[in-house]
């Protein structure tokens, strides 16, 4: 699967837990936007599955991500 | 066997709990006797009790550092159950013989002139010589039983061990409602012992509680600082580094006050996640771990086994919403893992086979 659409899948897996009901996200939008009902657990969460299935974090880059697509660029790298 | 420094000291590494008995023969002459798990240890002996003979033993005890930790022999046979019923019974035993359950074990079966077998990992093994040998009473931890249950064929449902001692790990109210179930007619005991304070806490309970009596009985000076329990050994206050939870004249172990995750500056009790989990249907163990994360510090990660024919995914829906409504947003397991939960060392639980689980 893409990187784009793995995180896409897992925003929208915990934006729904949380009871949010957007249908997809705007991978531009910073980390903790309050329309993607995420907080900083919900983060660790997803970087999580993201260590796991790509074996690094986009948090050890030389710079933090500040958005989803920040993310997706640095696993796209790999 | 060979005779290090102190004149009236022996070192001995016994192959199985059987071969402690050779220690218990030494002891009852005046000899103090350190057993060590491998052969050629130049252990530091600097604090045999002068209350000698004493029997050394590894513990890793209230520390977690393995340490050598003594034990006078007088005090160890106090410990004893001293029923006629007892008499030359054939006990076995998983515990490993350098461990202070497994010293315990091996004891209780020589002071009544009976015998003790040592059980492995190899449970179909297991069952064939607890069958054939009519063994008539099993000490173990609670996860080693319950492993032993899962390996049970209709060709072992007729024995019926007369005692059941268990040890090592918090006893699980569910777990405990299954070791009833299978051994109808089996007496149980749950002991709560550390290598340093002997026996703390013992009951015939199976929901997972101590009579506070039973701690008063032995110490009674106790108290809980910050969920911990220490308890009052004549000279000084003694931190058990377990934390406990009191209800009236009960009081339950929870875990170690060591395995905890700090998730985002929180901490989180990995045993009372694990334990929580436990209470769903369809879980048959679980064990929860601390894992790095590049976020929060750590986050909580919880291994579980289904129950044989149930589906993993099913289950796991089960359990976040269980673990949801009853713990705070630090300690949700935030990945999990659905597979086997391993016999550590001891043979308490753990995620990787003869490894402990790491905090």
């Not at chain 2, 008539?136 to 064929?153: E, G, I, M, N, Y």
Request: glycine share 6%.
């Amino acid at each position: 699967m893409p990187s784009g659409e793995f995180i896409q899948e897992l925003i929208l897996g915990l934006h729904r837990r949380n009871g949010g009901e957007l249908k997809t996200i705007d991978l531009d939008l910073p980390l903790l936007h309050p329309s993607l009902h995420l907080d900083s657990l919900d983060l660790a969460e997803i970087m999580a599955a993201v260590e796991q299935q790509y074996g690094l974090s986009p948090f050890d880059a030389p710079v933090p991500p500040r958005t989803w697509r920040d993310i997706v660029t640095v696993l796209h790298q790999k | 066997m060979k005779s290090v420094g102190h004149s009236s000291l022996r070192l001995l590494t016994p192959a199985d709990l059987r071969s402690i008995f050779d220690a218990f023969a030494l002891l009852e002459t005046g000899v103090s006797v350190c057993l060590l798990p491998f052969k050629n240890q130049k252990p530091e002996i600097e604090d045999i009790p002068l209350s000698s003979p004493a029997l050394g033993f590894y513990s890793s005890g209230t520390t977690g550092t393995p340490k050598i930790c003594w034990r006078a022999w007088a005090d160890l046979k106090t410990e004893i159950r001293n029923a006629p019923e007892y008499a030359k019974w054939t006990w076995a035993s998983s515990f490993v013989p350098c461990s202070f359950a497994g010293v315990q074990a091996a004891l209780q079966a020589w002071a009544a002139g009976g015998d003790i077998l040592s059980l492995d990992s190899a449970m179909e093994e297991n069952w064939n010589l607890l069958a054939s040998r009519l063994i008539h009473a099993v000490s173990c931890t609670p996860t080693f039983l319950d492993l032993l249950l899962q390996h049970r064929s209709s060709a072992h449902a007729s024995w019926n061990p007369r005692q059941i001692t268990l040890g090592g790990e918090p006893l699980r109210p569910v777990t405990g409602g299954r070791f009833q179930k299978a051994f109808p007619q089996t007496r149980f005991t749950i002991i709560y012992a550390s290598a340093e304070l002997g026996v703390l806490l013992k009951t015939h309970r199976m929901d997972g509680w101590f009579e506070l009596a039973s701690l008063e009985k032995r110490f009674p000076k106790w108290r809980i600082d910050h969920d911990e329990l220490a308890v009052w050994t004549g000279n000084s206050w003694q931190a058990t580094r377990d934390l406990v939870e009191l209800n009236n004249d009960l009081l339950r172990v929870i875990g170690r006050a060591d395995a905890v995750a700090n998730v985002a500056g929180s901490k989180v009790s990995l045993d009372e996640v694990a334990r929580l989990a436990e209470q769903v249907p369809g879980v048959r163990r679980a064990l929860a771990f601390a894992e790095s994360n590049s976020v929060s510090g750590q986050i909580v990660a919880l291994r579980f086994t289904p129950e044989d024919g149930l589906g993993g995914r099913e289950v796991r829906e089960r359990l976040e919403i269980h673990l949801r409504e009853r713990l705070r947003k630090e300690a949700w397991p935030r990945r999990w893992e659905i597979g086997p939960i391993h016999l550590g060392p001891n043979t308490k639980r753990s995620h990787e086979p003869g490894k402990p689980t790491t905090h």
